[in-house]
């Protein structure tokens, strides 16, 4: 199985920032490939996609609506995932979730929520205007 558990949101003015930081633990993420991705869902809509990255080689993809203010990686050693998002804006209150997606290939992103497995509790970012 894969645990994981995020942290790091909070209240936050516009045009801040806040890094949230996804902790990954189980013996299934130890011992497979995953890649790694963050979502949100705000209050009456849809979960969405925001960020992912590759389980090696660093490859990332973003969201056009936070591309240039959001910064994802990850150290596989500690098992974690990050997003440093600055830039902060309102639109961006939401609750933000870390997901996992095993992979059979080190370098292959994955955007699509569907192919995500494992997925955190999640943390709830909120931007004051």
């Known amino acids: 199985q894969v645990q994981l558990v995020e942290s790091g949101g909070g209240l936050v003015q516009a045009g801040g920032s806040l890094r949230l930081s996804c902790a990954a633990s189980?013996?299934?993420?130890?011992?497979?490939?995953?890649?790694m991705g963050w979502f949100r869902q705000a209050p009456g809509k849809e979960r969405e996609f925001v960020a992912a990255i590759s389980f090696s080689s660093g490859r990332t993809s973003y969201a056009d609506s936070v591309k240039g203010r959001f910064t994802i990686s990850r150290d596989n050693a500690e098992k974690m995932v990050y997003l440093q998002m600055n830039s902060l804006k309102p639109e961006d209150t939401a609750v933000y979730y870390c997901a996992a997606a095993p992979v059979a290939v080190a370098f292959a992103i994955v955007t699509s929520i569907s192919e995500y497995r494992y997925w955190g509790q999640g943390t709830q970012v909120t931007v004051s205007s």
């Open positions: 189980g013996r299934t993420f130890s011992s497979y490939a995953h890649a």
